[in-house]
């Protein structure tokens, strides 16, 4: 019962890394693909503690943290370099 | 019984953070596509948690709490993230001449 | 006190994340975050320019739990939003004017809006009087502010007493 919710869980996930994906070949602009590259983050630590779960692992939880974490960082930084970039020009 | 109510959470969870990219996917706008992962992908991550504490609080190690760190900080760093896309749109947007406010 | 422990509810939440991040309640792991607790906010004060004044914490548990209710059902409808015809959807921005002064009940109000249906804050005005909103599908306007105001910008403005 609960391999096979993991199993779909981990389908969805999977489908919604690609549709993010897409989104962020696509674009149009910096912005969407910065939004698309955050989803991704978010997207990817549900994978990995569904990874824990279904390997009955603890240690994955240490990664999603510090993916979670990246990807916050990254999604600032990114954003800023975009809105400051233009102050200095 | 704890079993069913973890995969009840995953399932909620996981279709949510799918339905988040469907709207970050299809929707026509930056600003209408910002929608999707902000709420719907938050709420999702935060059931797939709440299935991994049900799960390993069951496996006889006590209570797992580790998990509500990584939902606190989802759920307040989305809206930030949220914010500075939508300030970077709106800033690229006016440079380009597109008055949209 | 003041010197030592400019701030005893960041001192509070960094102990309690210390001992949640090592799993244990070990004297070690106590006595570790502990001192972590006490000496980061020592380095960090600095960072706040004005330090935020809760007037009356208790009314954030009701708060609490009024927002994660009413993000639980955002997400219904958000989710109906974004599977349904994109065509039908009327996007807007919108302008609220704020009332509230403080930083901090400002930050907790845009989180709010953000994680709430329908609503992504979007910009503050400089002078953080007016908080440009941008909402997925909007019938009434002034329907949407009196909502907001009412039923989040209130109960802030009596925790924060500003």
Known sequence: ?89 | MLEMLTALFLLIGAAFALIGSVGLARLPDLFMRLHGPTKATTLGIGGILIASILHFSDQGQGVSLHEILITLFVFTTAPISAYLVARTGLHLDARNGDNVD | MKRWLPQPLTSGCLWLVWLLLAQSLTPGHLLLGGLLALVLPLFTVRFWPDRPRVRRPLLLLPYLAVLLWDITLANLVAARLILGPARRLRPAFIRLPLDLRSELAIVLLTHTISLTPGTVAAHLSPDQRVLLIHALDVDDEAALIARIKQRYEQPLKEIFAC
Request: proline share 2%; aromatic share 8%.
């Open chain 1, 1 to 89: 019962m609960l391999k096979l919710a993991v199993a779909i869980a981990l389908a969805c996930i999977g489908a919604a890394l690609l549709l993010n994906f897409w989104r962020l070949v696509r674009g149009p602009g910096p912005a969407d693909r910065i939004l698309a590259l955050d989803t991704m983050y978010v997207n990817t630590t549900a994978l990995l503690v569904l990874l824990g779960i279904h390997l009955n692992r603890t240690v994955y939880f240490e990664a999603a943290l510090l993916i979670a974490l990246m990807g916050f960082v990254g999604t600032v930084a990114l954003c800023k370099y975009l809105l400051r970039g233009d102050i200095i020009e």
